[in-house]
């Protein structure tokens, strides 16, 4: 049996269980969603699992409790929230995922949840070496800042960027450890590794706070990010985007949080019935001093 | 003796504790059926000693034989196993637990995997009987008075069918007609062939009830005599290393009674705190020493303590100096000049870690200091001073107060007061569990103080020490003052007759079987 | 011949008796008025679905705060409760493939282990149960992220492992019935047997009990394992439910469960506990998470995950300073 | 009158040695501390290239200021008996407030602006810590308890000041209390040490350092001495609060950003630990200001040493946890 039917009409009641919200990126993420279902006129039922992907799990429980029309879920992780997508789908309600997604092997889609839409986390972090390598001539030392242990955006960054680079005999990372996607933990790793690594001419960051951080270590050694160091993170967010022109940060990936106009505009489509591919890649965009100045206004 | 085969032989036990020599080459030796006194000053080793035997303590050297067998416990538990139950010197129970909880603990008696309330409680029940002590078995201990916690020490140590029962100062806390129940409890393990070692400051119960003694100094054995061989004098004598003649005559407490009294230091009015306490009326005048005596329960404690602001009033007024007051906290009483020193050393005293020093100035400090900061040479020389005065046996001001002897800490506490030049002091118990030394070393200073114009509520379960210590005796009985007894009628047998009179015996209704709180 | 007894115990007894009740049953009152409230407030509260998917969340936390529970009668605490849980997790979907029952007793035999270090540490190690349990929380955490390489691992699905976590008996999910069934052990193995009875005079008075010839050691090493067992039990639930060993789960666990033994009346300074009402506190901690999604949901007000935590953070303090007025009049008076 | 019977008056000399004798035998466990810490220093010395550079010293006292600040108020807290959860939320509260101060200055005076960001921010802590010192004494609940309830609202509070928002700047003026560095010494270094002389003093030479020792050693024993036991509380709770108000501060102007969601997570933890590493028990009645400096650095150097070493995160949490325990083993010997 395929996926639950969705009735045409005019306002929903759905549901939106986000992962956490301890960072720009999720704010973002929230803050889009709330809004454009204020434009709709629909109802949200926002959750927030604050980082507990069984917590998440019992929301979704919730939100089937409450009889929600479809759900909008932001995976905390692949495996346990297959379990929330199946339970949706056995209830009756579609379910479309955003920014992160389950494994396959265990819910599919098309079948057990509508489609995904989102990025590429390991094509991420391929675009940031492909971005370094080509600025660094293949040749680096390169300290990786790893995102928060055992979350996918930090594994599949970190798998896009290392595979890539392994092309590059002259690009070699001689330290990767988790900054934990924030400021002051990537700022405080980044101070110590750079005193076990005085030689480093690269940094990678998972997401852009820990770049940021990173900067500001560089800076207190006495380095220069963007001379003698080069500086490349994910997520694209407005600070970021700034520390581009101030010429401190190389380049950022863009990691576009603001889900919700897609979002609903999907579940529309669904409801009428038209076809819908099983990903919708977010077209995210690539920032470095040539379009930085220019995107500005358009970050988050 | 029937010394067939000594039951206890302990020999050259030798024990150190950081800095200080508790026990060097003691020995003691216990015959079946004998009861066997262990007396010595406070600090002797007496304690000490016990815990060695129920291997609370580990020995540096020594041998210790039970029944002829060379036996060396590693704990108590392995001590009890090896027939040898122990009343230790402050009561170790658990007051959250039931009575009959803490008779049983560690053998409580079962239906299958289960405990069986039933049969745990009733036994309980029977075996307090014996000892004239009625109470709902099933209640938390901790609502029972001191002297029903230590009865019920006494009834579990004996129930455990022993071949050596050991009580340090078992009856510190107790009222004569409880000392006598105890006896008897006693007499019927000798009966029995039971061993019994006894400590005890009070040395006409050693007479009543013992057939040899011990006697300890400085952590050594100095003697072992039968009880009727040896003199109160010569024992006292032995046990302060002095010479019979400088030692007083026998049954005389220290005390020498001060002049007329000055003006009147405190009133107290239809004091009222709670159950406890419904109606106490007393006052003290300056330079006079008066004694609060009652039966256990009668709520001398509780009168204390609602005028040192300890507990709070609920009704009834106060006067110090004349003026009224109302002390919220110990703190406003101790500004006006009262110092108080609770019956109950271990949880209202001492401050086990702290030095013996500090724990001495503990209530002078505000006065020690300059806008907050201790002054450390004269706080030095005031704990110095005192330490000689009152003969503190320590290793030094900077030795941990729970290193000291139970009689030791006490006179550090008496310290802690005296050093406040209070006006009036009021005093729970101050020499119980003290050294007949010591004691008299106390008495003598009170009175001392007193003839100084120092006014002194004293509470004691000793009749002898408040008619010879006393100017006047106030006697409670349920919580209400019943009557005042002045110098002239100052007798024992007049106070035990104004304490005892009628007490009403009841027997608290029975609880639901098994009933025990989880 | 009489030793006291003043009238005064039959007063304080009554009083206590009658206290001791209604701190018991305060918290149950307590609990009843908030599912009352959400009956009448939301739609599909009491329906049999979301009573279920709630009771089978809960599970996870009131197993563990059943363990905790015990140890802090003793007056410890065991701050590694979480830790374990994810550890557990991570070893039961590794030892899915083969079962239920291996992966069952393969994880909490693992979690047990933790435990009894725990127990040792701080029985024979004398280190303080705090800084062991805190060491423990680092450690577990490591070893679930080394056992699982930092990532979260798939249970097997075929052969019977989620039946734990998501097979039920008559619409009722086995792990509600399990919780029921370790509350009713839990409890007759505090009131009706020895070892329940010395984990409180372990608590009520350390030296004491040791006096009195209990092996205090034993009983300790006893209560962290029991701990670390529930705490497995727990994780081996976590994997089986949400279909994934989860190295990264159980942050704050241990905090939720300890809250949670207070809520219900237990001490913490030990000596002084009952089991059914730390259910009790389970619950109502639990439910309120519920009620406030419930609360988002009907679009009145949208509860951000920050005035969330305000809230639970002030509902907290309200039970808890309820619960200590009735325990200290209970405990009242007796020295 | 004491002093009319005055017995033999000791010459103050020997008082005087003697205490410091005390001091000495008083303060074994900062010797096995420093030893600990010693030993980390020379591995590293051999093993850790540039290690022996006056960069890696600032890095790791920069590093380290904020943990020793915020558990010297610990310390005390700890040695009263208790135990503050709470630091960390309000390091967040402190850190959320100062830049609405700065950045939208009264009247427009920039001056001022600064003023009040290094003030009310570190009140407004030490209110909250006066919170959690009332809820303890006024309401008689236990000090996990009592700051367990910030723990979890407290961040929460900061998130709803500011929205869950990054509040970035730049503010030389205010930043310097993170970033300057007179004589080439870290400002927030120099604090630091000023914090830990400061209280080292008090708890050695003061009433109230005795105070807090003896509401801890025995709080009955304390209230009958005269001790102000609720004031010293509320003090206790008040000063660890205030500290941590100061902790935030450093916090967010090294950053140049103060985030609501990050500042100050786990610092709860990171004091306790660097408390009892340094040979303070957790059971109340002893404290060494000390030995927690010491306690802070040793946890410092292991961070500093696994991440310099490239240890997996994993395995790192694995070590840390074996070396705490060790650390706490080592010194739990003289109690
Ligand atoms: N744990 C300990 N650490 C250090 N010294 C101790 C310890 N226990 C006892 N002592 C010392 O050993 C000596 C003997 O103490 P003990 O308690 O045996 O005396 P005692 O004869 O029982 O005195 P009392 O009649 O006052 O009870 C004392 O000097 C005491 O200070
Ligand atoms: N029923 C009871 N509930 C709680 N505590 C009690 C009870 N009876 C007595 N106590 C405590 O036991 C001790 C003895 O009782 P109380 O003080 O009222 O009489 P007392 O005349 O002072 O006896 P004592 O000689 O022990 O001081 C006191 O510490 C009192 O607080
Ligand atoms: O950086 C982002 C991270 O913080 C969030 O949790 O997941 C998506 C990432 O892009
Ligand atoms: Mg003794
Ligand atoms: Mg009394």
């Given at each position: 049996?395929?996926?639950?039917?969705?009735?045409?009409?005019k306002?929903?009641?759905?549901?939106?269980?986000q992962?956490?919200?301890?960072?720009?990126?999720?704010?973002?993420?929230?803050?889009?969603?709330?809004?454009?279902?204020?434009?709709?006129?629909?109802?949200l039922?926002?959750?927030?699992?604050?980082?507990?992907?069984?917590?998440?799990?019992?929301d979704?429980?919730?939100m089937?409790?409450?009889?929600?029309?479809a759900?909008?879920?932001?995976?905390?992780?692949?495996?346990?929230?297959?379990?929330?997508?199946?339970?949706?789908?056995?209830?009756?309600?579609?379910?479309?995922?955003?920014?992160?997604?389950?494994d396959?092997?265990?819910?599919?889609?098309?079948?057990?949840?509508?489609?995904?839409?989102?990025?590429?986390?390991?094509?991420?972090?391929?675009?940031?070496?492909?971005?370094?390598?080509?600025?660094?001539?293949?040749?680096?030392?390169?300290?990786?800042?790893?995102?928060?242990?055992?979350?996918?955006?930090?594994?599949?960054?970190?798998?896009?960027?290392?595979?890539y680079?392994?092309?590059?005999?002259?690009?070699?990372?001689?330290?990767?450890?988790?900054?934990?996607?924030?400021?002051?933990?990537?700022?405080?790793?980044?101070?110590?590794?750079?005193?076990?690594?005085?030689?480093?001419?690269a940094?990678?960051?998972?997401?852009?706070?820990?770049?940021?951080?990173?900067?500001?270590a560089?800076?207190?050694?006495?380095?220069?990010?963007?001379?003698?160091?080069?500086?490349?993170?994910?997520?694209?967010?407005k600070?970021?985007?700034?520390?581009?022109?101030?010429g401190?940060?190389?380049?950022?990936?863009?990691?576009?949080?603001?889900?919700?106009?897609?979002?609903?505009?999907?579940?529309?489509?669904y409801?009428?019935?038209?076809?819908?591919?099983?990903?919708?890649?977010?077209?995210?965009?690539?920032?470095?001093?040539?379009?930085?100045?220019?995107?500005?206004?358009?970050?988050? | 003796?029937?010394?067939?085969?000594?039951?206890?032989?302990?020999?050259?036990?030798?024990?150190?504790?950081?800095?200080?020599?508790?026990l060097?080459?003691?020995?003691?030796?216990?015959?079946?059926?004998?009861?066997?006194?262990?007396?010595?000053?406070?600090?002797?080793?007496?304690?000490?000693?016990?815990?060695?035997?129920?291997?609370?303590?580990?020995?540096?050297?020594?041998?210790?034989?039970?029944?002829?067998?060379?036996?060396?416990?590693?704990?108590?538990?392995?001590?009890?196993?090896?027939?040898?139950?122990?009343?230790?010197?402050?009561v170790?129970?658990?007051?959250?637990?039931?009575?009959?909880?803490?008779v049983?603990?560690?053998?409580?008696?079962?239906?299958?995997?289960?405990?069986?309330?039933?049969?745990?409680?009733?036994?309980?029940?029977?075996?307090?009987?014996?000892?004239?002590?009625?109470?709902?078995?099933?209640r938390?201990?901790?609502?029972?008075?001191?002297?029903?916690?230590?009865?019920?020490?006494?009834?579990?140590?004996?129930?455990?069918?022993?071949?050596?029962?050991?009580?340090?100062?078992?009856?510190?806390?107790?009222?004569?007609r409880?000392?006598?129940?105890?006896?008897?409890?006693?007499?019927?393990?000798?009966?029995?062939?039971?061993?019994?070692?006894?400590?005890?400051?009070?040395?006409?119960?050693?007479?009543?009830?013992?057939?040899?003694?011990?006697?300890?100094?400085?952590?050594?054995?100095?003697?072992?005599?039968?009880?009727?061989?040896?003199?109160?004098?010569?024992?006292?004598?032995?046990?302060?290393?002095?010479?019979?003649?400088?030692?007083?005559?026998?049954?005389?407490?220290?005390?020498?009674?001060?002049?007329?009294?000055?003006?009147?230091?405190?009133?107290?009015?239809?004091?009222?705190?709670?159950?406890a306490?419904?109606?106490?009326?007393?006052?003290?005048?300056?330079?006079?020493?008066?004694?609060?005596?009652?039966?256990?329960?009668?709520?001398?404690?509780?009168?204390?303590r609602?005028i040192?602001?300890?507990?709070?009033?609920?009704?009834?007024?106060?006067?110090?100096?004349g003026?009224?007051?109302?002390?919220?906290?110990?703190?406003?009483?101790?500004?006006r000049?009262?110092?108080?020193?609770?019956?109950?050393?271990?949880?209202?005293?001492?401050?086990?870690?702290?030095?013996v020093?500090?724990?001495?100035?503990?209530?002078?400090?505000?006065?020690?200091?300059?806008?907050?900061?201790?002054?450390?040479?004269?706080?030095?020389?005031?704990?110095?001073?005192?330490?000689?005065?009152?003969?503190?046996?320590?290793?030094?001001?900077?030795?941990k107060?729970?290193?000291?002897?139970?009689?030791?800490?006490?006179?550090?506490?008496?310290?802690?007061?005296?050093?406040?030049?209070?006006?009036l002091?009021?005093?729970?118990?101050?020499?119980?569990?003290?050294?007949?030394?010591?004691?008299?070393?106390?008495?003598?200073?009170?009175?001392?103080?007193?003839?100084?114009?120092?006014?002194?509520l004293?509470?004691?379960?000793?009749?002898?020490?408040?008619?010879?210590?006393?100017?006047?005796?106030?006697?409670?009985?349920?919580?209400?003052?019943?009557?005042?007894?002045?110098?002239?009628?100052?007798?024992?047998?007049?106070?035990?007759?104004?304490?005892?009179?009628?007490?009403?015996?009841?027997?608290?209704?029975?609880?639901?079987?098994?009933?025990?709180?989880? | 011949?009489?030793?006291?007894?003043?009238?005064?115990?039959?007063?304080?007894?009554?009083?206590?008796?009658?206290?001791?009740?209604?701190?018991?049953?305060?918290?149950?009152?307590?609990?009843?008025?908030?599912?009352?409230?959400?009956?009448?407030?939301?739609?599909?509260?009491?329906?049999?679905?979301?009573?279920?998917?709630?009771?089978?969340?809960n599970?996870?936390f009131?197993?563990?705060?059943?363990?905790?529970?015990?140890?802090?009668?003793?007056?410890?605490?065991?701050?590694?409760?979480?830790?374990?849980?994810?550890?557990?997790?991570?070893?039961?979907?590794?030892?899915?493939?083969?079962?239920?029952?291996?992966?069952?007793?393969?994880?909490?035999?693992?979690a047990?282990?933790?435990?009894?270090?725990?127990?040792?540490?701080?029985?024979?190690?004398r280190?303080?149960?705090?800084?062991?349990?805190?060491?423990?929380?680092?450690?577990?955490?490591?070893?679930?992220?080394?056992?699982?390489?930092?990532?979260?691992?798939?249970?097997?699905?075929?052969?019977?492992?989620?039946?734990?976590?998501?097979?039920?008996?008559?619409?009722?999910?086995?792990?509600?019935?399990?919780?029921?069934?370790?509350?009713?052990?839990?409890?007759?193995?505090?009131?009706?047997?020895?070892f329940?009875?010395?984990v409180?005079?372990?608590?009520?008075?350390?030296?004491?009990?040791?006096?009195?010839?209990?092996?205090?050691?034993?009983?300790?090493?006893?209560v962290?394992?029991?701990?670390?067992?529930?705490?497995?039990?727990?994780?081996?639930?976590?994997?089986s439910?949400?279909?994934?060993?989860?190295?990264?789960?159980?942050?704050?666990?241990?905090?939720?469960?300890i809250?949670?033994?207070?809520v219900?009346?237990?001490?913490?300074?030990?000596?002084?506990?009952?089991?059914?009402?730390?259910?009790?506190?389970?619950?109502?901690?639990?439910?309120?998470?519920?009620?406030?999604?419930?609360?988002?949901?009907?679009?009145?007000?949208?509860?951000?995950?920050?005035?969330?935590?305000?809230?639970r953070?002030?509902?907290?303090?309200?039970?808890?300073?309820?619960?200590?007025?009735?325990?200290?009049?209970?405990?009242?008076?007796?020295? | 009158?004491?002093?009319?019977?005055?017995?033999?008056?000791?010459?103050?000399?020997?008082?005087?040695?003697?205490?410091?004798?005390?001091?000495?035998?008083?303060?074994?466990?900062?010797?096995?501390?420093l030893?600990?810490?010693?030993?980390?220093?020379?591995?590293?010395?051999?093993?850790?290239?540039?290690?022996?550079?006056?960069?890696?010293?600032?890095?790791?006292?920069?590093?380290?200021?904020?943990?020793?600040?915020?558990?010297?108020?610990?310390?005390?807290?700890?040695?009263?008996?208790?135990?503050?959860?709470?630091?960390?939320?309000?390091?967040?509260?402190?850190?959320?407030?100062?830049p609405?101060?700065?950045?939208?200055?009264?009247?427009?005076?920039?001056?001022?602006?600064?003023?009040?960001?290094?003030?009310?921010?570190?009140?407004?802590?030490?209110?909250?810590?006066?919170?959690?010192?009332?809820?303890?004494?006024?309401?008689?609940?236990?000090?996990?308890i009592?700051?367990l309830?910030?723990?979890?609202?407290?961040?929460?509070?900061?998130?709803?000041?500011?929205?869950?928002?990054?509040?970035?700047?730049?503010?030389?003026?205010?930043?310097?209390?993170?970033?300057?560095?007179?004589?080439?010494?870290?400002?927030q270094?120099?604090?630091?040490?000023?914090?830990?002389?400061l209280?080292?003093?008090?708890?050695a030479?003061?009433?109230?350092?005795?105070?807090?020792l003896?509401?801890?050693?025995?709080?009955?024993?304390?209230?009958?001495?005269?001790?102000?036991?609720?004031?010293?509380?509320?003090?206790?709770?008040?000063?660890?609060?205030?500290?941590?108000?100061?902790?935030?501060?450093?916090?967010?102007?090294?950053?140049?950003?103060?985030?609501?969601?990050?500042?100050g997570?786990?610092?709860?933890?990171?004091?306790?630990?660097?408390?009892?590493?340094?040979?303070?028990?957790?059971?109340?009645?002893?404290?060494?200001?000390?030995?927690?400096?010491?306690?802070?650095?040793?946890?410092?150097?292991?961070?500093?040493t696994?991440?310099?070493k490239?240890v997996?995160?994993?395995?790192?949490?694995?070590?840390?946890?074996?070396i705490?325990?060790?650390?706490?083993?080592?010194?739990?010997?003289?109690?």
């Open positions: 049996q395929g996926l639950p039917k969705l009735a045409q009409k306002t929903y009641k759905v549901g939106f269980a992962t956490e919200s301890n960072n720009p990126w999720r704010l973002a993420q929230t803050k889009s969603m709330q809004d454009e279902a204020k434009k709709l006129g629909w109802q039922v926002y959750t927030d699992a604050a980082g507990s992907a069984a917590k998440q799990v019992s979704v429980d919730s089937i409790a409450q009889r929600v029309d759900i909008f879920l932001a995976p905390r992780e692949e495996k346990p929230l297959a379990a929330a997508v199946k339970k949706a789908r056995a209830a009756g309600i579609p379910v479309i995922l955003l920014d992160r997604t389950v396959p092997k265990l819910a599919k889609p098309g079948v057990d949840y509508v489609t995904f839409i989102g990025s590429d986390f390991v094509q991420e972090g391929q675009r940031a070496a492909d971005w370094l390598a080509k600025k660094t001539n293949g040749k680096a030392t390169i300290i990786e800042l790893e995102g928060t242990t055992g979350s996918s955006p930090a594994n599949d960054r970190k798998t896009g960027f290392d595979t680079i392994k092309k590059f005999p002259g690009m070699k990372i001689v330290a990767s450890q988790s900054g934990d996607f924030a400021r002051d933990k990537g700022r405080q790793v980044m101070e110590t590794l750079l005193q076990a690594h005085p030689d480093v001419t940094v990678y960051a998972h997401n852009d706070e820990m770049a940021l951080g990173a900067i500001a560089l800076e207190a050694a006495g380095k220069q990010p963007g001379k003698d160091v080069t500086v490349v993170s994910i997520d694209g967010e600070d970021a985007l700034q520390a581009i022109i101030d401190k940060l190389g380049a950022t990936v863009e990691c576009n949080p603001r889900f919700g106009p897609k979002a609903y505009e999907t579940l529309i489509r409801a009428r019935g038209d076809k819908i591919p099983a990903k919708i890649i977010n077209p995210d965009r690539f920032f470095d001093a040539n379009n930085a100045k220019a995107s500005l206004s358009t970050s988050y | 003796m029937n010394d067939a085969q000594p039951l206890l032989v302990m020999e050259g036990i030798t024990k150190t504790f950081p800095g200080v020599l508790a060097q080459d003691a020995s003691l030796h216990v015959g079946q059926g004998e009861v066997h006194a262990l007396i010595g000053q406070n600090g002797a080793g007496k304690s000490t000693l016990i815990k060695i035997l129920t291997g609370a303590y580990r020995r540096d050297r020594g041998t210790v034989r039970l029944a002829g067998q060379e036996v060396d416990f590693h704990s108590p538990q392995a001590a009890q196993r090896g027939g040898i139950s122990t009343i230790y010197q402050e170790n129970l658990v007051g959250f637990r039931s009575v009959a909880e803490n049983f603990l560690g053998r409580e008696p079962r239906r299958g995997l289960f405990i069986d309330w039933r049969a745990m409680n009733a036994e309980a029940r029977r075996l307090l009987e014996r000892f004239g002590v009625r109470v709902d078995v099933t938390p201990l901790a609502s029972y008075s001191v002297a029903v916690q230590q009865m019920v020490a006494i009834a579990r140590a004996v129930s455990f069918q022993s071949r050596l029962v050991i009580m340090d100062e078992p009856t510190s806390s107790l009222d004569d409880e000392v006598e129940t105890l006896f008897g409890v006693i007499r019927q393990l000798k009966g029995d062939g039971v061993g019994v070692v006894f400590v005890s400051h009070r040395l006409d119960e050693l007479y009543a009830v013992c057939d040899r003694v011990t006697i300890m100094r400085d952590g050594r054995t100095v003697d072992e005599r039968a009880m009727g061989d040896i003199s109160k004098l010569e024992l006292v004598a032995k046990m302060l290393g002095k010479e019979i003649g400088e030692v007083r005559r026998e049954g005389e407490t220290a005390f020498e009674r001060s002049g007329p009294p000055g003006e009147t230091l405190l009133e107290a009015w239809h004091l009222r705190t709670g159950p306490l419904k109606d106490a009326s007393l006052n003290v005048r300056a330079g006079e020493i008066v004694g609060l005596a009652g039966l256990l329960g009668s709520g001398r404690s509780e009168t204390a609602a040192f602001g300890a507990d709070d009033l609920t009704g009834g007024e106060l006067r110090v100096n003026a009224p007051a109302r002390f919220r906290s110990p703190a406003g009483a101790i500004a000049g009262i110092g108080f020193c609770s019956e109950d050393r271990k949880t209202e005293g001492i401050i086990p870690h702290m030095t020093r500090e724990n001495l100035t503990l209530a002078l400090l505000p006065a020690l200091a300059r806008s907050g900061v201790v002054d450390a040479a004269r706080q030095a020389e005031i704990v110095d001073r005192f330490i000689a005065q009152l003969g503190i046996k320590t290793a030094g001001p900077d030795q107060i729970r290193e000291l002897s139970g009689g030791n800490q006490q006179k550090v506490l008496l310290a802690r007061w005296l050093c406040l030049n209070p006006e002091l009021i005093l729970d118990e101050p020499t119980r569990g003290i050294d007949v030394g010591a004691k008299a070393e106390i008495q003598r200073l009170l009175s001392e103080l007193a003839r100084e114009g120092l006014g002194v004293m509470i004691s379960s000793e009749l002898e020490e408040l008619a010879e210590g006393s100017n006047r005796v106030v006697v409670l009985r349920e919580g209400r003052t019943v009557t005042e007894l002045s110098r002239e009628e100052l007798t024992q047998d007049r106070i035990m007759a104004a304490m005892a009179q009628d007490p009403s015996p009841l027997a608290v209704t029975g609880a639901p079987e098994g009933g025990a709180r989880g | 011949m009489s030793l006291l007894n003043p009238p005064r115990e039959l007063a304080r007894d009554r009083r206590a008796r009658a206290v001791s009740l209604l701190q018991r049953y305060g918290v149950l009152v307590a609990l009843a008025l908030l599912i009352l409230f959400g009956a009448l407030r939301y739609p599909g509260f009491l329906s049999a679905y979301n009573v279920f998917t709630v009771l089978g969340y599970s996870m009131g197993l563990i705060a059943l363990g905790m529970t015990f140890v802090i009668m003793t007056g410890g605490i065991d701050l590694s409760v979480g830790s374990i849980a994810a550890f557990a997790s991570v070893i039961g979907a590794l030892l899915s493939p083969h079962g239920l029952w291996p992966a069952l007793l393969g994880a909490v035999a693992a047990t282990l933790l435990g009894l270090v725990n127990g040792l540490l701080i029985a024979y190690a280190i303080l149960p705090f800084i062991t349990t805190l060491a423990m929380l680092l450690a577990a955490r490591g070893l679930a992220l080394l056992f699982a390489n930092n990532q979260s691992v798939s249970v097997d699905y075929d052969h019977g492992f989620t039946a734990l976590g998501q097979g039920n008996v008559g619409g009722v999910p086995f792990t509600a019935v399990l919780l029921g069934v370790a509350y009713v052990l839990g409890a007759l193995l505090l009131r009706a047997t020895p329940g009875r010395h409180l005079a372990v608590g009520g008075n350390e030296e004491a009990a040791r006096l009195m010839g209990l092996n205090v050691e034993r009983v300790k090493v006893l962290y394992t029991l701990s670390g067992a529930l705490a497995g039990l727990a994780g081996v639930i976590l994997a439910q949400f279909g994934a060993g989860q190295p990264t789960e159980g942050l704050g666990w241990e905090l939720t469960a809250a949670a033994v207070v219900g009346g237990t001490l913490l300074t030990g000596g002084l506990g009952s089991v059914g009402s730390t259910l009790v506190g389970v619950l109502l901690l639990g439910i309120i998470f519920n009620i406030l999604n419930f609360e988002n949901g009907r679009g009145t007000i949208s509860l951000s995950a920050y005035w969330q935590s305000v809230i953070g002030a509902f907290l303090l309200l039970v808890v300073v309820l619960q200590n007025r009735l325990t200290r009049r209970a405990a009242g008076g007796g020295s | 009158m004491a002093d009319s019977n005055a017995g033999p008056v000791a010459p103050q000399a020997p008082g005087r040695a003697r205490q410091r004798a005390g001091w000495w035998r008083g303060h074994t466990q900062i010797h096995a501390a030893a600990a810490l010693v030993l980390l220093f020379l591995f590293n010395a051999l093993f850790t290239p540039h290690f022996l550079s006056v960069q890696t010293l600032n890095v790791n006292l920069t590093q380290v200021a904020t943990t020793v600040i915020v558990a010297v108020g610990m310390t005390l807290v700890i040695a009263t008996g208790g135990i503050d959860l709470s630091v960390g939320a309000l390091m967040a509260i402190s850190g959320a407030l100062a609405m101060l700065f950045g939208h200055p009264p009247f427009g005076n920039a001056a001022l602006g600064v003023l009040l960001a290094f003030t009310v921010p570190v009140l407004v802590a030490g209110g909250f810590g006066l919170f959690n010192g009332t809820l303890i004494t006024r309401f008689g609940l236990q000090p996990f009592a700051t309830i910030l723990f979890i609202a407290g961040r929460g509070i900061a998130q709803v000041m500011t929205n869950g928002q990054l509040q970035t700047f730049a503010n030389a003026p205010f930043q310097y209390i993170g970033l300057g560095r007179p004589f080439g010494i870290p400002f270094v120099i604090l630091m040490l000023a914090v830990v002389a209280f080292a003093w008090i708890m030479r003061t009433v109230f350092g005795r105070y807090v003896a509401v801890g050693g025995n709080e009955a024993a304390a209230r009958l001495a005269g001790v102000p036991v609720q004031r010293v509380k509320l003090l206790v709770y008040t000063i660890s609060g205030l500290l941590s108000g100061v902790a935030g501060l450093i916090v967010i102007a090294i950053n140049s950003s103060s985030d609501a969601n990050q500042v997570l786990n610092m709860e933890l990171d004091a306790i630990a660097a408390v009892a590493v340094g040979g303070t028990p957790l059971t109340g009645g002893r404290a060494t200001i000390l030995g927690t400096l010491l306690g802070a650095l040793i946890i410092q150097l292991i961070r500093f696994l991440l310099a490239g997996p995160d994993a395995a790192a949490l694995v070590v840390k946890a074996a705490i325990l060790l650390a706490v083993y080592v010194q739990r010997q003289q109690h």
